[in-house]
Structures are given as structure tokens and as C-alpha cells.
């Protein structure tokens, strides 16, 4: 009776879209804990939390975007994008709100360029978006010329956003605790976060069930790029300068933090507790590697594996929830 009652308890973990990420955190931080009991400190806290809050920032808009069904491999250049168009505007003359608002908008035109191709012209979205993200890229470095410090010392007013503090947490985090509660209350309670759902789950049927695909798409692409540029407005604010690089390869952890948590690739599934956690699983790797002091050359090793076991374990939770 009690094997029983033990197995229906896993059933119900296991079953649970995060479970898969709660296990390898849950062992992650325990690892490192006995390790590193410096890990524990409120000081390497507050960093962990604010490396992953500017992943989850972009992550939150991409989940849903995997859950229509989407891809996009340009976040990491539109990141950038923002930190340069922002800074270059202040030193420019342009007031830091403006400046902000530039970046933003900046943001949305890239959104507007990558849902005319994947959803207007109908270019597949991995390959169409692979190829903007050489595009954007290559145009700040022709702007910028390759250089981190062409455009520096930007404000000291505008060092707030990145590195002021409301009490022990900074800014980033609390902004990234906004973002994650606006995102769950589009999903969860919005008609628009439904078509979302119904677009990635079946997007014929939801065609026919009255939903306008090719306007709910273009709308989460359009706030996944604003939200990704404007953290990297943040990032420009927490180095007081525009680097130019500072997205690149950010994509595909965002996007991994996004899968781990539980987000389908195919669409019509994810989780944006899930994605927290699995934004909070790889600062928790980055940060833990460093403190025990492993070169950063097995980063990549270690993160590898730990998204393995996890694309595992959800595949058993799949299983026993019928593929949901």
C-alpha cells in the first residue's frame, strides 16, 4: 500500500511541466552548496538572480512565442542592437527616456522585419531568422566598428537602470519579476494568450476556429524584439557603454532555459515558472563553475549535460501525461 501511494506521489512530480528542471536545480544547488559554501552568501545570490533576470526578461516573450509555434534565432543581435541605438542616441543629446524609447523602437522594427519574412512572405522561421541575425549583427559592427569603446561613458543619470539597487535587489531583478508577471497574466488570462496556444497546438484548426494567426504571430514577435532590446538598454546602463557583441550567443541559452523549463519546440506547451527555473538553472551553472574555480571551457560540457538529463526527464513526464 505504501509502494503505492509512493508511486502515485512521483506520478504526480513527474507529471508536474517542471519537474524535469526542479530535480536538476534542486541537485544543482546542493552540489555546489557543499562544494562552495560560499555560494550561499546574500552578496552571490543577488548576482545569480540578476544574471538571470536579464536572460528571463527576453525568455518570458520567447516562451510564448515557442508556444505559437515560433523560433527566432535574433534576440541575441537585437539585444545589442538596443544597448548601441540607446547609447549612441544620448551622446547624441537625445534626453536617456527618448533614448530608451529609441532602442525600444528599434526593437520593434526588427520584430516588424523578422514577422514580414517568416509570416507575410512564409520563409522558414529558423533558417529566415538565422539569417537577420547576421544582418542586425553586421550592422552594428559596421557602426560601431568593432569597438566596445566607441561608444562609452554614456551618462552617469543612466547608470541607474543597470546597476542601482532597491535594497538588496537590483533594478534588472525586479524589473524581470514585472515582465514575468505582465507575460503569465497575457497567458493565462487574455483571449490573446489562448490564440497563442491554439496557434501552436494547430494552427489549421485554430485558422478555422476564427483566430487570426498571421496577427497573433506578428504581435509576439514584435514584443519579443522590444523586450530585447530594451535588456539591452540594461546592459548598456550596467557597463556604462554599447558593446557590440554583448547578445551574441545568448540565443541559444535563452532559448535552452526556455526548453528546460518546459516549453515545446513543436509549439502548443510551456511554462513561464519553468522558464524562471531554467533561466535560474544556468546562472546557477555559470556562477557555481566559478566560484569552484573551473576553467570556462567546460561550461559549455557541463551545460550540455544537464540539458540532456533534462530533454530526459521530460520526455518520461511526457509520457506519463500522454504527450502533455
Given amino acids: 500500500m505504501k509502494k503505492l501511494k509512493s508511486s502515485r506521489i512521483f506520478d504526480k512530480a513527474i507529471a508536474m511541466p517542471e519537474s524535469a528542471v526542479i530535480t536538476v536545480l534542486c541537485i544543482l544547488i546542493i552540489i555546489i552548496g557543499v562544494t562552495e559554501p560560499n555560494f550561499f552568501k546574500t552578496n552571490n545570490i543577488m548576482d545569480v538572480l540578476r544574471n538571470a533576470s536579464y536572460s528571463f526578461i527576453i525568455a518570458a516573450p520567447l516562451t510564448l512565442n515557442m508556444m505559437?509555434?515560433?523560433?527566432?534565432?535574433?534576440?541575441?543581435?537585437?539585444?545589442?542592437?538596443?544597448?548601441?541605438?540607446?547609447?549612441?542616441?544620448?551622446?547624441?543629446?537625445?534626453?536617456?527616456?527618448?533614448?530608451?524609447?529609441?532602442?525600444?523602437l528599434a526593437g520593434v522594427i526588427c520584430g516588424l522585419i523578422?514577422?514580414?519574412v517568416t509570416v507575410t512572405?512564409?520563409?522558414?522561421?529558423?533558417?529566415?531568422?538565422?539569417?537577420l541575425r547576421y544582418v542586425f549583427d553586421g550592422a552594428i559592427l559596421v557602426y560601431t566598428r568593432g569597438d566596445p569603446m566607441l561608444i562609452s561613458n554614456v551618462s552617469d543619470a543612466f547608470k541607474a537602470l543597470g546597476q542601482g539597487k532597491l535594497g538588496p535587489a537590483y533594478?534588472?531583478?525586479?524589473?524581470?519579476?514585472?515582465?514575468?508577471?505582465?507575460?503569465?497574466?497575457?497567458?493565462?488570462?487574455?483571449?490573446?494568450?489562448?490564440?497563442?496556444?491554439?496557434?501552436?497546438?494547430?494552427?489549421?484548426?485554430?485558422?478555422?476556429?476564427?483566430?487570426n494567426v498571421s496577427r497573433t504571430r506578428y504581435i509576439i514577435s514584435i514584443l519579443l524584439s522590444a523586450t530585447a532590446a530594451f535588456v539591452g538598454v540594461i546592459y548598456c546602463s550596467r557597463f556604462n557603454s554599447a558593446q557590440p557583441t554583448i547578445g551574441s550567443g545568448t540565443e541559444m541559452t535563452i532559448m535552452a532555459a526556455a526548453i528546460i523549463g518546459g516549453a515545446s519546440v513543436g509549439?502548443?506547451?510551456?511554462?513561464?515558472?519553468?522558464?524562471?527555473?531554467?533561466?535560474?538553472?544556468?546562472?546557477?551553472?555559470?556562477?557555481?563553475?566559478?566560484l569552484m574555480k573551473v576553467s570556462s571551457y567546460w561550461q559549455n560540457l557541463v551545460f550540455g549535460a544537464i540539458l540532456v538529463l533534462s530533454l530526459?526527464?521530460?520526455?518520461?513526464?511526457?509520457?506519463?501525461?500522454?504527450g502533455q
Fill in 267 to 290: 509549439g502548443g506547451s510551456g511554462s513561464l515558472i519553468g522558464t524562471f527555473l531554467g533561466t535560474l538553472l544556468i546562472a546557477i551553472i555559470k556562477n557555481g563553475l566559478v
Fill in 68 to 104: 505559437s509555434g515560433g523560433m527566432d534565432l535574433t534576440i541575441g543581435a537585437v539585444t545589442s542592437l538596443g544597448g548601441v541605438v540607446c547609447a549612441a542616441l544620448i551622446l547624441a543629446g537625445v534626453p536617456v527616456p527618448l533614448a530608451i524609447l529609441g532602442a525600444i
Fill in 171 to 211: 533594478w534588472s531583478v525586479i524589473i524581470a519579476l514585472l515582465f514575468g508577471i505582465v507575460f503569465q497574466i497575457i497567458l493565462s488570462k487574455t483571449r490573446y494568450g489562448r490564440n497563442l496556444c491554439a496557434v501552436g497546438g494547430n494552427e489549421e484548426t485554430a485558422r478555422l476556429a476564427g483566430v
Fill in 121 to 131: 512572405i512564409g520563409l522558414q522561421a529558423f533558417i529566415a531568422t538565422l539569417g
Fill in 114 to 116: 523578422k514577422a514580414y
Fill in 312 to 322: 530526459y526527464i521530460d520526455k518520461i513526464r511526457r509520457s506519463k501525461t500522454g
